[in-house]
């Protein structure tokens, strides 16, 4: 097998070009737009201005960290802190082809075995090195002591071979050509782990948790990524109030928010005092989601999923996010290189045929109980919405509201749940989309307890194809079964929005509404 360079660019002819997110032009042809948000200058800007290290990076968080733990990390806010103080063997955001992290180079020939030549010369935070040997160690925790999705993707991995010091190769138990999109989720630690302690490569490294207060780390001096990171310390606070993050933004108490208000959106922007930061709709696969239980009366019955599904309002949804975002009733987002525009839709709402579905099914006088989380404020509009227009078709709809820990264990642990209501921010290719939300192999899939044997095997054959266009196919295919099966709802696009101060310089969104400040700086 022939080595890949540093940061490679596959060709159609390689791996990544025929899955996820294919490299160079090949992607580009088919996102147009995917990329908008980071086009180059115009002609005649002015230069942009050279980073200036220093400062400390105060930044929201929507929720208290559940865990320091990389391999046990369960929510948004979890993977936010974990960005800063750990790296994976690939870079993690794979909207314009894979990045290695701590891989240097790597390869595949087929989709069931892959091998990775780290970085020399990375260390931990302690100053232990990073080494072929630690990436099995870190592998085998995850499958074993991981918890939710980063068990789950760290469970196909049938054998780790170290090759040498500072290569392994990687043995799946079955095909997955959206192995790197996975493997960037688990991330590299030290055998002698602690999550009281934690030690990881990332940018910055632990400082103190002080619990409902703060998690600070300050910045790595022997980060393998030259020069950064720019920030001498980031302080993550947890502040659940949405409009509480604005006012403290605006008094210049903190830096960054990880969530702006949509109400005070348009007047931030129109304000001019601090900065926007999102993703252009229909890119990001972020979505309100709503889980049923679909092997359990009455939900066991895809006359009444469907009937629910088009008696949504989903332009109304719209107006409760001001316009952000985009109607979208598919787990695939519109610009995705795998949607399938021959799917059903429920984007436009249908009243008439909603009763007409009820009817069919011989079901009326229903009540249903609808949990949802509350860690932005939009969710409890959005289930009075859903409540009125459910009561449209005559289900009555209980609302339960939820703190996102709560929720999380009620919903997919417990599995005590009718209705739940959440945002997803699925990984980029396919797979991670329809498997993430519908496969019973998967957490959200689990939870909701439909089983569909075909779907499974589209899933299963799409990890195990090259050709982007053949993957294509089989994801089109397997997105026909879960939109007419209806197991889950897409409730519209969930928007992704960022804010900070004019000051903040170097922060680029992400589809998975990760906040990354490697490349952070602050302007003074």
Known sequence: MTPRSTEPKLTRRDFLTRSAAAAGAAWLAGHAGAAAWAAPAAPGAAPAPRPSPGGTLRITLGAEPTTLDPHQTRTLFDADVRHAFFDGLMYDDFTDGPKGALAESWETQNASTFVFRLRRGVRFHDGSPVTAETVKSSMERAATAGQAVVRLLAEQIAAVEILDPNTVRMRLKGPNAAFLVDVADIKIVPRSFDAVRPVGTGPFQFVEWVRLRHVRGRKFAGHWRDGMPYLDELVFLPTPDENQKLALLEAGQVDFTDTIPLPRVREVERGGRLKVHEIPAGVSPSAYYMLLRADRAPLNNVKVRQAMNFAIDR?????????????????IPPKHWAFNPASVSFNDRDVARARKLLSEANVSNLTLQLKHITSRAEFATIAQVFQANMAEIGIRIDIVPLELGIWVNQVNVQRDFQLGLTGVTPRYDPEGMLGALFSKNQVNGRSIGW?????????????????????????????????????GLILNERPILFGSSQAVQGFVADVRQHTRFHNVWLQR
């Open 315 to 331: 332009k109304a949804l719209l107006d409760v996010t001001f316009g952000k975002g985009t109607i979208k009733s598919n787990a």
């Open 451 to 487: 089983v569909h044997e075909l779907f499974e095997k589209q899933l299963e054959q799409g990890r195990s194809l090259f050709r982007q266009e053949d993957r294509r196919r089989v994801y089109q295919h397997a997105q026909l079964i879960a939109q007419w099966e209806a197991p």
